[in-house]
C-alpha cells in the first residue's frame, strides 16, 4: 500500500499528460506482470473480449486520477479517489439491485461531508474543485472496475486479471498517445527513468505482492489496508514534495478514511479485496 500511494507523487515529478504517464505505466507494468504470470504456477487464461472494457475503465481511471493531482495536490487527488465506496454502493443498488442498509447510508455521509470539508471556496476557477472533479471521477470508475471485476475474479486468478488489464489499457491509451505527444513534447531521459520506477515498484510489484499477502492474511485486513492508501501517499507526499496537508485536509481525509473502512466490513467487498 505504501508503493500504491507513492504513484501519487509521480503525478508532480513527471510534467507529462496523464495519458503519457498511464500508457507508460500500464506497458511496463504489463510486461513485468507477464513475465511473473509465465513463472508463477498458476492458471493461465486467454484473452477475453470483455477484458478489453475492463482495460478501458482501468485506464479512465489512472489518467482521471493523475489529472486531479496534476490540477490541485497529492492529498486532493488520492482523497478524491478515495470517495469510491460511495461510487460501489449507487453501483451495486443500480447493476446488483442490493438493498441499501443503515451502514450504507452513514458511509454516504461520511463520504460527502469529507468532500464537504476538503473545498476551501466553492469557485470553477479553485485547483482544489477541479482536482477532486477530476478525483470523483477516479473513484467512479475504480469502483465500476471492482464491480466489473467481480465476475472475472471467478474465472481468473488475481495475477490474470492485472496482466490483461494492464494490458487492455495500454491498448486503449495507444491511439491518444500521438496528440498528447504533441501537446506535452518527448519525455526526456528522466521521465523515462521514472515511468519505468513507476511501471515496476508501483503497479506490477505492488500489485504482486498485494496478491500474495493474501496467501497469509484475510482478504478483509487486505482491504482495510487498502483503505488506507491515501494516508501514505499524503505522509510521502508531506515528507518528499513538502506539500504539508491543512487542517481541512485533515478532518475531510479522516471521514473519508473512515468511510472506506466501514465499506470493507461488507462480505462482498472483502472478497473485492483479492481481486
Not at 492474511?217 to 482491504?223: L, V
Amino acid at each position: 500500500m505504501v508503493l500504491f500511494g507513492f504513484a501519487g507523487l509521480f503525478g508532480k515529478w513527471l510534467a507529462l499528460s496523464p495519458v503519457l504517464i498511464v500508457l507508460g505505466r500500464t506497458l511496463i507494468a504489463a510486461v513485468v506482470l507477464a513475465m511473473i504470470r509465465q513463472r508463477a504456477d498458476l492458471p493461465k487464461r486467454r484473452f477475453e473480449l470483455r477484458m478489453l472494457a475492463n482495460g478501458a475503465v482501468l485506464a479512465l481511471h489512472w489518467v482521471t486520477f493523475f489529472a486531479a493531482i496534476q490540477a490541485s495536490s497529492v492529498a486532493i487527488g488520492l482523497l478524491g479517489y478515495a470517495t469510491f465506496p460511495v461510487f460501489t454502493l449507487l453501483l451495486e443498488r443500480v447493476l446488483l439491485r442490493r438493498r441499501w442498509q443503515v451502514a450504507d447510508a452513514t458511509t454516504s455521509v461520511l463520504v460527502v461531508t469529507g468532500l464537504v470539508l476538503l473545498i476551501p471556496e466553492w469557485s470553477i476557477h479553485s485547483a482544489t474543485l477541479e482536482g477532486l472533479a477530476w478525483g470523483t471521477v477516479s473513484a467512479f470508475s475504480f469502483a465500476l472496475l471492482a464491480v466489473m471485476n467481480r465476475s472475472a475474479a471467478a474465472r481468473r486468478t488475481a495475477l490474470d486479471i492485472a496482466f490483461w488489464q494492464n494490458a487492455a489499457a495500454a491498448a486503449c491509451l495507444l491511439p491518444f498517445a500521438w496528440p498528447a505527444l504533441a501537446v506535452g513534447g518527448m519525455p526526456g531521459p528522466r521521465d523515462l527513468v521514472l515511468i519505468l520506477v513507476l511501471g515496476v515498484l508501483c503497479t506490477a510489484l505492488s500489485h504482486t505482492l498485494f496478491i500474495f499477502s493474501l496467501r497469509v492474511i484475510t482478504a478483509h485486513a487486505a482491504s482495510v489496508i487498502a483503505a488506507l492508501e491515501p494516508v501514505y501517499g499524503i505522509l510521502l507526499a508531506w515528507l518528499l514534495l513538502a506539500e504539508a496537508p491543512t487542517p481541512r485536509i485533515w478532518a475531510g481525509g479522516a471521514l473519508l478514511v473512515s468511510a472506506a473502512i466501514l465499506v470493507t466490513r461488507r462480505p462482498k467487498l472483502r472478497e473485492m479485496a483479492s481481486s
